[in-house]
């Protein structure tokens, strides 16, 4: 992996996972995915070169809320839904440190789902971990905005009647430039997508298909168990074809407007029909497709779906200090005060 290079300080020192691991009690339930996801992080922060004190996560509410006590750098732990704001906030004010969120999809779809969108849709250089078990955990089992329909919970025990989010979906249609996908039971491809959504200068979101094994137990089995994810995963690769399965015999093919699976040498399919990624097209047409994307009639589109390049609103902040600081008539707050219209009592 090569390094970013940016404004953030960079470590003068070679960094290990071990410098980044923390002296608190990790109290997450044994098996539980979140375990997975902080190893992955603690496998990108060394890679990604920047001092420790330049890291800054922040949380909201939930179990992927206690995640800032398990990473040894600075941390924020906020209230319920206002990770993305709090976030916002700081990245803002100190454009100098690399700042990541923890949530869940309670956290950020529910209760914090306009401040959510609108981070989004203002593509601040955030970096957001989606904890996705698709369930309320923390508060002992309810339904959230992603449980699929008919889940039966305790807040919905004859099922629930609510269409639920795909985050992908709601990523792109709030304008978003950095969308990817893993299962937590893949820590080196978590790896890999972390590692690529620190590159990307601007909000990104890696969703992380997470098992709660207390209350969700193998909600995602059918996509992330050994029997079945040669079928049911299509890991993306920029620049290559998007094959699957045994022996990479299934792939994805464009019919008329709509995605297609196939399989090579039936109906004289051959690895040329199949589509080529292109993470960095602008157009998100495709991107959508592929978020959307869900077994029986579809593999699960894992990796970076989406990685295009927009302003930042940080940098365009940075733009518009720098150019009223040297334009402005203003310099002193004695100066704001008596200018425009003064009168004296």
Same mark, same amino acid.
């Given at each position: 992996?090569?390094?970013?290079?940016?404004?953030?300080?960079?470590?003068?020192?070679?960094?290990?996972?071990?410098?980044?691991?923390?002296?608190?009690?990790?109290?997450?339930?044994?098996?539980?995915?979140?375990?997975?996801?902080?190893?992955?992080?603690?496998?990108?922060?060394?890679?990604?070169?920047? &001092?420790?004190?330049?890291?800054?996560?922040? $949380?909201?509410?939930?179990?992927? $809320?206690?995640?800032?006590?398990?990473?040894?750098?600075?941390?924020?732990?906020?209230?319920?839904?206002?990770?993305?704001?709090?976030? $916002?906030?700081?990245?803002?004010?100190?454009?100098?440190?690399?700042?990541?969120?923890?949530?869940?999809?309670?956290?950020?779809?529910?209760?914090?789902?306009?401040?959510?969108?609108?981070?989004?849709?203002?593509? =601040?250089?955030?970096?957001?971990?989606?904890?996705?078990?698709?369930?309320?955990?923390?508060?002992?089992?309810?339904?959230?905005?992603?449980?699929?329909?008919? $889940?039966?919970?305790?807040?919905?025990?004859?099922?629930?009647?609510?269409?639920?989010?795909?985050?992908?979906?709601?990523?792109?249609?709030?304008?978003?430039?950095?969308?990817?996908?893993?299962? #937590?039971?893949?820590?080196?491809?978590?790896?890999?997508?972390?590692?690529?959504?620190?590159?990307?200068?601007?909000?990104?979101?890696?969703?992380?298909?997470?098992?709660? =094994?207390?209350?969700?137990?193998?909600?995602?089995?059918? =996509?992330?168990?050994?029997?079945?994810?040669? #079928?049911?995963?299509?890991?993306? &690769?920029?620049?290559?074809?998007?094959?699957?399965?045994?022996?990479?015999?299934?792939?994805?093919?464009?019919?008329?407007?709509?995605?297609?699976?196939?399989?090579?040498?039936?109906?004289?399919?051959?690895?040329?029909? =199949?589509?080529?990624?292109?993470?960095?097209?602008?157009?998100?047409?495709?991107?959508?497709?592929?978020?959307?994307?869900?077994?029986?009639?579809?593999?699960?589109?894992?990796?970076?779906?989406?990685?295009?390049?927009?302003?930042?609103?940080?940098?365009?902040?940075?733009?518009?200090?720098?150019?009223?600081?040297?334009?402005?008539?203003?310099?002193?707050?004695?100066?704001?005060?008596?200018?425009?219209?003064?009168?004296?009592?």
């Amino acid at each position: 992996m090569e390094q970013i290079l940016n404004t953030i300080e960079r470590s003068n020192v070679e960094l290990t996972k071990e410098d980044f691991v923390s002296d608190q009690m990790v109290k997450w339930c044994a098996g539980c995915g979140a375990h997975a996801i902080l190893a992955a992080v603690a496998n990108v922060f060394p890679k990604i070169g920047y &001092r420790k004190e330049n890291f800054m996560m922040v $949380s909201g509410i939930g179990c992927s $809320s206690r995640f800032p006590y398990y990473v040894n750098t600075y941390g924020f732990h906020g209230i319920h839904g206002r990770a993305n704001a709090i976030a $916002s906030g700081v990245k803002i004010s100190n454009p100098k440190l690399s700042v990541w969120v923890a949530t869940g999809d309670g956290d950020s779809m529910a209760i914090g789902g306009n401040h959510f969108i609108h981070t989004i849709r203002r593509n =601040i250089d955030l970096n957001i971990i989606l904890f996705n078990n698709m369930i309320y955990g923390l508060t002992k089992g309810q339904y959230s905005p992603t449980s699929p329909m008919g $889940s039966i919970t305790k807040t919905s025990p004859q099922g629930t009647i609510e269409h639920p989010f795909n985050a992908g979906e709601l990523v792109i249609g709030a304008q978003g430039t950095f969308f990817a996908r893993v299962p #937590d039971n893949n820590i080196k491809l978590m790896t890999e997508v972390m590692f690529e959504a620190a590159r990307h200068d601007g909000t990104s979101l890696v969703e992380v298909l997470q098992n709660c =094994i207390i209350y969700n137990d193998k909600v995602h089995a059918p =996509i992330t168990s050994k029997d079945t994810r040669e #079928d049911n995963q299509l890991v993306l &690769r920029n620049g290559e074809p998007m094959l699957f399965g045994a022996g990479n015999k299934k792939g994805i093919r464009l019919s008329q407007t709509r995605l297609e699976v196939v399989t090579i040498g039936e109906n004289g399919i051959t690895e040329n029909d =199949i589509l080529v990624h292109d993470q960095f097209q602008q157009d998100p047409g495709i991107q959508l497709m592929l978020a959307k994307m869900a077994p029986p009639l579809y593999p699960v589109a894992m990796g970076v779906i989406r990685s295009a390049m927009y302003p930042t609103y940080d940098d365009m902040v940075e733009d518009q200090i720098t150019y009223a600081k040297a334009n402005s008539k203003i310099l002193t707050v004695n100066d704001l005060l008596n200018s425009g219209d003064t009168f004296e009592v």
